[in-house]
């Protein structure tokens, strides 16, 4: 298995994310907070977690037990797949439609009827695959 949502990973991802005003903005201008776990289905609990004050990533690193908001499940291939490339609502629908990406905590459908939420939901995506391209070098 990789080092995707490993506790280095999740600091480059944490950095990657308050380097994106077009990710930090929008969620500080509607007061946004939230506990996001991330990880694989078959696993009990998610690998990775960050905890965002205002919009901003405050900590990142391993999941240890902390409540969540969201916990976004999806299997390695399909993270890598979507980390690799531009994917915009349409794909994330489809992903969540066919069941590629589960949302065991958090409702996505919710979600994405709020702009001020889905552009960073999906801007969240870019933050992470520069984080994997910073970790493949």
């Known amino acids: 298995m990789s080092q995707l949502f490993s506790d280095i990973w999740m600091k480059h991802y944490q950095a990657e994310w308050n380097r994106d005003a077009e990710l930090t903005q929008p969620l500080e201008k509607i007061n946004f907070n939230s506990n996001i776990g991330y990880g694989f289905p078959d696993e009990k609990s998610p690998r990775g977690l960050i905890i965002v004050k205002q919009g901003h990533v405050i900590d990142a690193g391993p999941y240890q037990g902390q409540s969540m908001n969201w916990d ?14 531009e994917v915009g609502a349409t794909g994330f ?4 439609s066919t069941g590629k990406l589960k949302f065991i905590v958090g409702d996505y459908k919710s ?3 709020m702009p001020e939420m889905a552009r960073p939901f999906i801007k969240s995506f870019s933050a992470m695959g520069r984080a994997c391209a910073f970790w493949q070098r």
Not at 72 to 80: C, T, V
């Open 72 to 85: 976004l499940r999806a299997r390695e291939k399909h993270w890598l797949e979507w980390l690799n490339r």
């Open 111 to 113: 979600m994405v009827k």
């Open 93 to 96: 629908g489809l992903a969540y």
